[in-house]
């Protein structure tokens, strides 16, 4: 391992937006410098001239009053960044002008996510919810440890001090003292053992809007990806993988791809076969040219539509029980009146802005790995078994990534594995290699949203009230087979009856089955995991229910949730302020409402469309009402639901990862379609006040939307939405 790292340079395509917005943003937003790992930077390029006050693992302050906030979470897009430090710096009183983030290394014995037990990781949007008891009680001993500190230089009482932006102030001397020249005297005092944590209401920082501190370096050019790393000597690896799954190099053929300029080396490692090069761009046009053999014995050759033909047989066969209320199927059987539906869900890619990529610098000793990272525990060991290594000699610096929505964290971890393999089987001489996936490997490289199939039944009695409901749920486990299998429970996946099993309705007899199916096809949580199919599900047919029923769909859900008051008062919320009671929208348009709980967050939709001759959707409107306990900062909170519903309503009218005899059929955006700018809804979010925990909300807002465009659509045209993604309904009036 290097005792020094080596200051990557960023790529010319990044350089020209240093001088050219360089003073604008500075004006305007908090500055954030990325000094590198190991590196200490200052503020304003002051260097502190003494050790910093670092009473825990997660805040320094250096003598230049500089406030670092060590983030044990990546951050992705989401704030977290913002997040975590406000909730530390609002205990501490700190001037969010000297405030910064660093990423912390990755260490579990001092960062691990406290929802996932003794492992260091981001995922299930628990960045602040698990974060939030441990930063504010960190914020404040370093803040009673500066009062202990000017009250024993002051000798008056801690009782008489203030604490405001980075100053303590006695009023009756007129004294003040900023913490950075308190820091000395703070470092030889104790850290206390408890600490009185502030009351909501005199809160400073939480629950307003201060600046993101990601906003000038991603503006500035400064901001440091991965696909930004540079280093002298380093070289860059593509992997030529299968085009089937469960494929594996028999042999391989090198001989053009060595005569490209700039190829270095062809290696075979267990991922396929490696083209090593001095640029990207030689080792693409290496890889073009090389010539591999592959062993499809054991690989998955099915197309999607066998796969789904399977479960729907599957979906009348008996499965295993997630939730037994009651008797479900005798409450339907003795119903007035039945309602059945069937809905498919296809295989989503991540898709995230960067590709994914990293970057290993390997010896014999050591490895060392640059990376968006964001199971750092996880890869840590595994990196170390590739290696040949002790987990203790891998060390892993979190770069910022280009988004992630789940893709990033997978128990294999599939590309620190390959550039760890790549780097070993080029010598692990410590030449730093850059594995870079091209837009190509991610959509076809594997670990995907499963494809799933519902079966929904239900029952009304004579008056009109919903007796029974049966959900059969058929699909791929995402846990089985990994690390987190031990958390399964008679055989179910909770990831894939989350949104289903627990949903909130008051109905007397409810049974969700579930029948986990198995393929060769690899798949991973993707963004709010089990919810972004069984919302779906539940809440177009209660809104069927509620058709069958006679009944408003908004009055029929409420009714059903009159046992449970805040997902009730986000369901009003959201319907009041798109103004349901208002009636029905003209022809051809249509409004429908969908709510939902995901990770302890309640979030209700109303989306407004137009469905033209064509059948083609334009979704108008979209109202959003969420309800995440303290709002941390509200800016983000509205952000992140913005971005989830944008990234939700991509998936429904368009995303599809389909397979034809084991093949891939996408390729790039031009087939795996994403929302476009000029397709993006007017969105409205109103925020629920609240002193409960904060609760997660990178991907809460995703789940909503889907139905609640289907209920739209609904109410369009009369037909109902029965296929993802809808592109693939036929929903012409």
């Not at 501490?92 to 960062?111: F, M």
């Not at 060392?368 to 595994?382: K, L, R, S, Y």
Request: net charge neutral; charged share 20%; with cysteine.
């Amino acid at each position: 391992m290097s005792s020094k790292p080596l200051s990557p340079s960023r790529p010319a395509r990044r350089q020209f937006l240093k001088g050219a917005g360089a003073a604008t943003v500075t004006a305007l937003t908090i500055g954030f410098q990325w000094a590198g790992p190991g590196r200490a930077s200052a503020l304003a390029g002051a260097a502190p001239v003494a050790p910093p006050f670092a009473p825990n693992a997660f805040v320094r302050i250096g003598t230049d009053n500089s406030i670092t906030i060590i983030s044990k979470h990546i951050e992705m897009g989401q704030g977290s960044y913002t997040g975590l430090a406000t909730v530390l710096a609002d205990e501490l009183d700190a001037d969010w002008a000297q405030v910064r983030v660093e990423s912390a290394p990755a260490d579990a014995s001092r960062y691990a996510n406290l929802a996932f037990g003794k492992i260091q990781g981001t995922g299930g949007s628990s960045a602040i919810a698990n974060s939030w008891p441990q930063l504010r009680d960190a914020g404040a001993k370093a803040r009673a440890m500066l009062l202990s500190a000017a009250s024993s230089e002051w000798h008056v009482p801690v009782s008489e001090l203030s604490v405001d932006k980075s100053v303590i102030s006695h009023a009756a001397s007129r004294r003040q003292a900023t913490f950075g020249s308190l820091v000395k005297r703070a470092a030889a005092l104790p850290v206390p053992e408890t600490v009185q944590l502030k009351d909501p209401k005199d809160f400073k920082l939480i629950g307003t809007a201060p600046a993101r501190v990601d906003v000038a370096a991603k503006c500035d050019g400064t901001a440091q990806f991965t696909i930004d790393v540079e280093m002298p000597g380093m070289l860059v690896a593509l992997l030529k993988r299968s085009p089937l799954f469960g494929g594996v190099a028999k042999s391989f053929d090198d001989a053009a791809a060595l005569k490209v300029p700039g190829v270095v080396k062809v290696v075979q490692v267990p991922g396929g076969v490696a083209v090593i090069a001095k640029s990207f761009w030689a080792a693409k046009l290496g890889r073009d040219a090389l010539i591999v053999t592959w062993d499809d014995s054991k690989a998955e050759k099915r197309s999607s539509a066998a796969m789904m033909d399977e479960y729907r047989r599957l979906a009348d066969q008996p499965a295993l029980p997630a939730r037994k209320q009651g008797d479900a199927k005798k409450a339907i059987g003795e119903a007035a009146r039945k309602i059945s539906a069937g809905y498919e869900f296809p295989y989503l890619a991540h898709a995230p802005m960067e590709p994914l990529d990293a970057v290993v610098k390997l010896d014999a000793k050591s490895c060392e790995i640059w990376a968006g990272d964001q199971f750092q525990t996880i890869d840590q060991m595994n990196a170390a078994h590739t290696a040949g290594l002790d987990p203790s000699q891998v060390s892993i610096h979190t770069l910022y990534a280009g988004g992630s929505f789940g893709r990033r964290a997978n128990t294999i971890s599939d590309y620190i594995v390959e550039a760890v393999s790549i780097a070993k089987a080029y010598g692990a001489d410590g030449t730093p290699i850059k594995l870079q996936w091209t837009r190509e490997d991610d959509i076809r490289g594997g670990l995907y949203r499963p494809m799933y199939f519902h079966k929904l039944e239900a029952g009304l009695n004579a008056q009109n009230e919903l007796t029974g409901w049966h959900h059969v749920i058929v699909g791929q486990s995402i846990m089985a087979g990994t690390i987190f299998a031990a958390g399964m429970k008679d055989g179910i996946d909770n990831t894939s009856v989350e949104g289903a099993a627990n949903i909130a309705y008051d109905i007397p007899n409810i049974g969700v089955d579930l029948s986990t199916t198995k393929a060769g096809v690899p798949v991973l949580w993707w963004r709010v995991v089990g919810s972004s199919h069984t919302t779906f599900a539940v809440e177009a047919f209660i809104d069927e229910v509620a058709s069958a029923a006679g009944a408003d769909p908004f009055a029929f859900r409420r009714k059903l949730l009159e046992r449970e008051p805040r997902m009730k008062a986000v369901l009003e919320l959201a319907a009041d302020k798109a103004g349901w009671a208002s009636g029905p929208l003209p022809k051809g348009r249509g409004r429908g409402i969908a709510v939902c709980e995901a990770f302890k967050s309640l979030v209700a939709q109303v989306a407004e469309v137009s469905v033209d001759e064509a059948g083609r959707i334009k979704v108008d409107r979209v109202v959003c009402a969420v309800d995440c306990g303290t709002a941390v900062n509200p800016d983000i909170i509205k952000a992140q639901m913005e971005g989830g519903i944008g990234f939700g309503l991509g998936a429904a009218l368009y995303g599809a990862i389909t397979l034809k005899d084991g093949r891939i059929e996408q390729g790039n955006f031009n087939n795996y379609r994403v929302l476009r700018m000029n397709e993006a809804p007017k969105v409205e979010v109103y925020i629920v006040p609240s002193n409960e925990k904060p609760t997660g909300v990178g991907e809460p807002g995703v789940a909503p939307i889907g139905p609640a465009v289907a209920n739209a659509v609904f109410a369009a045209t009369g037909k109902r939405v029965y296929v993802f993604p809808f592109s693939k309904s036929d929903i012409r009036s």
